[in-house]
């Protein structure tokens, strides 16, 4: 399983939660700063207005400790295309030793300004095209 791969799951339509070996870990970053997440699809809602990505964090939601953060959103459209980014910021303690971790499921929504329409989405890591699914309950 390739580094990209172990950083995310994604599971659109169910809430779960993924079993992944640290320390290479779970969705974010390396130590040093916030970095930019891969993000190989989105869900787009009904009205085309709004991305959902999901990435993978090492914490629930809830968990008062919680040491990954999104810093940053980014959405630049023109008429053709639309790139995305979304920048996480880990300060999560790191494991002295490979260790079972669980991780969690977050999704973040990107507002576009414009409907997706006939436009490509690019995620803004490496340019690459994100795989886009339309919402099965049209939300």
């Known amino acids: ?24 870990a779970l969705a974010a970053t ?6 930019w997440q891969d993000m190989p699809s989105a869900m787009l809602s009904k009205d085309e207005r709004t991305l959902t990505v999901e990435l993978t964090f090492k914490r629930p939601e809830n968990d008062k400790k919680q040491c990954q953060q999104v810093t940053e959103r980014k959405v630049e459209e023109s008429a053709s295309q639309v790139v995305i980014g979304v920048q996480v910021q880990d300060d999560c303690p790191r494991p002295s030793k490979p260790t079972i971790a669980i991780g969690y499921v977050r999704r973040v929504t990107l507002h576009l300004k414009q409907p997706l329409g006939g436009r490509i989405v690019l995620e803004n890591v490496h340019h690459r095209r994100v795989r886009i699914y339309r919402s099965p309950d049209g939300s």
């Not at 390396?30 to 970095?35: D, I, M, V």
């Open 30 to 35: 390396a130590c040093g700063g916030p970095e």
């Open 1 to 24: 399983m390739d580094l990209g791969a172990q950083r995310r799951v994604t599971c659109f339509g169910r809430t779960t939660f993924a079993l992944l070996l640290a320390p290479t």
